[in-house]
């Protein structure tokens, strides 16, 4: 039997299979330390702002990083809106109203403070803040609040919100980990659908996860999912099941996952292969994070990726050719 698995597209040793195992690389600690922050999953937490613009004022980690890595994990973590649009709103506050937020929900919140006045949104702060409409059957699945749902399905078919197109009940269970409504719906004969397995891996319950699996869901598509949900611990179970997929080091770092990343390179992972038109370099340059775009040019990518960033960004990028690399 082999002991290789199948990840970055090659085959690979036993002994890097597993992520969360994976050593930090040095040039990655400051931009993985402040991910792991933004990541968090509680969404009753703190939202770490002193930590997060220590690291900023000390130029450890640059502000794009953090509103990038912002952008991203808010729409993987729709709980944690609330904390993501606090730890905006310090930002704004701290480093000048002209910051790039992109995500959508973030900037609906943050209307209500003032900001964005010229723009129309379709939600508002509650919408968003609840993410489905108060006593319908999504929204206290979402919550997991099961007595209020056995209460509003009071076993009569229920119909979907008009605002959903591919998600069934329990696919919500299983996007937003509510295991109580989740195992509620199975028993009451609610079907596991093709979305399921990847929407729990997102949801991040373990719970769901294993009871899938005794009712012999499989994780085909799931290993790489699961990296781009910042759930490595679960990255880890799919593999040992022997899900495992492909994986390139831009993949992880759209997502912020250092230690994913860190395994990547680990396991000779291609520098220059693109993920989404993204190839590392050109993400730690849109980071604009000097140690991480040094270590990537110093590792073999192909300079070209910095040239043709020259007209659109400025500071990191004509610093490193002028200075570091002596491309002119």
């Not at 390179?265 to 038109?277: C, H, L, R, V």
């Amino acid at each position: 039997m082999s002991t290789k698995n199948e990840v970055l597209g090659q085959n690979i040793d036993s002994k890097h299979k597993k992520i969360s195992d994976s050593e930090i690389l040095p040039e990655f600690k400051h931009a993985h330390q402040i991910s792991e922050l933004i990541w968090k999953d509680n969404e009753n937490e703190n939202d770490n702002f002193d930590e997060i613009s220590k690291e900023i004022d000390a130029k450890m980690v640059s502000i794009e990083f953090v509103l990038r890595t912002i952008d991203y994990a808010a729409t993987k973590r729709p709980k944690a809106i609330s904390r993501y649009a606090k730890l905006c709103l310090e930002l704004l506050n701290k480093y000048g109203q002209n910051l790039d937020i992109k995500n959508t929900d973030i900037r609906v919140m943050l209307s209500v403070k003032g900001f964005y006045k010229d723009e129309k949104f379709s939600k508002k702060g509650s919408d968003v803040t609840g993410i489905f409409k108060d006593g319908t059957p999504q929204y206290y699945i979402c919550w997991d609040r099961l007595e209020d749902l056995k209460k509003v399905i009071d076993n009569q078919k229920v119909e979907l919100d008009p605002s959903l197109t591919t998600n069934t009940l329990i696919d919500i269970a299983a996007k937003y980990g509510s295991s109580k409504c989740f195992k509620y719906l199975l028993e009451n004969k609610y079907k596991i659908t093709q979305s399921t397995q990847v929407l729990a891996v997102e949801g991040g319950n373990m719970e769901i996860l294993e009871i899938l699996e005794k009712n012999n869901a499989t994780f085909d598509n799931c290993y790489s999912a699961a990296v781009d949900c910042y759930r490595n611990d679960i990255a880890d179970w799919i593999s040992q099941k022997n899900h495992v997929g492909k994986l390139s080091i831009a993949q992880c770092l759209i997502s912020s996952n250092y230690r994913a990343a860190s395994f990547c390179i680990a396991n000779e992972g291609d520098i220059n292969e693109k993920y989404n038109e993204e190839c590392p370099l050109s993400i730690a340059i849109k980071n604009n994070i000097f140690d991480i775009v040094k270590f990537f040019v110093e590792k073999g990518a192909d300079v070209n990726t910095m040239l043709y960033y020259i007209e659109n960004e400025t500071g990191i990028l004509y610093f490193l050719m002028l200075t570091e690399f002596h491309i002119y």
